[in-house]
């Protein structure tokens, strides 16, 4: 089964790409909280970080997923989940999803850099 992940984590620039992208592609528009992939800012840390969601189809019928097609920083990339597996990369995205929020939230909290 292939997934997307990301290539490395000070690579992503913030730039939305990924959102407005994916959710042109399910929606026909560009509306980025439909995005099935959110980037979440940590402002005090400078760090902007991509987090995959459960709705990710692949861009099914697009013949090639379009927000690793479009990151210009080349920070997401398509991989092979190990057969069995998918059960504990499933878990690994939840929790990474939830650290990304409560990071994120303690950085505004603190009113960023
Ligand atoms: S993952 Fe790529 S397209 Fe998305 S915000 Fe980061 S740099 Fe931009
Ligand atoms: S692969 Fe397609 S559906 Fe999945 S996050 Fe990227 S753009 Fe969205």
Not at 5 to 31: D, L, P, W, Y
Not at 33 to 44: A, L, R
Not at 68 to 82: E, I
Request: aromatic share 6%.
């Amino acid at each position: 089964m292939k997934r997307i992940a990301v290539t490395e984590i000070n690579q992503c620039s913030g730039c939305r790409m990924c959102e407005m992208i994916c959710s042109f592609v399910h929606t026909g528009q560009f509306q980025p909280h439909k995005s099935f992939i959110k980037i979440y800012k940590i402002e005090d840390k400078g760090l902007d970080i991509p987090v995959i969601g459960k709705d990710c189809d692949l861009c099914e019928g697009e013949g090639y997923p379009q927000c690793v097609r479009y990151c210009p920083a080349v920070a997401l990339r398509v991989v092979d989940t190990p057969p069995g597996e998918e059960h504990i990369l499933d878990r690994i995205r939840i929790q990474s999803e939830r650290r990304a929020i409560e990071i994120a939230k303690a950085s505004s909290r603190r009113g960023g850099a």
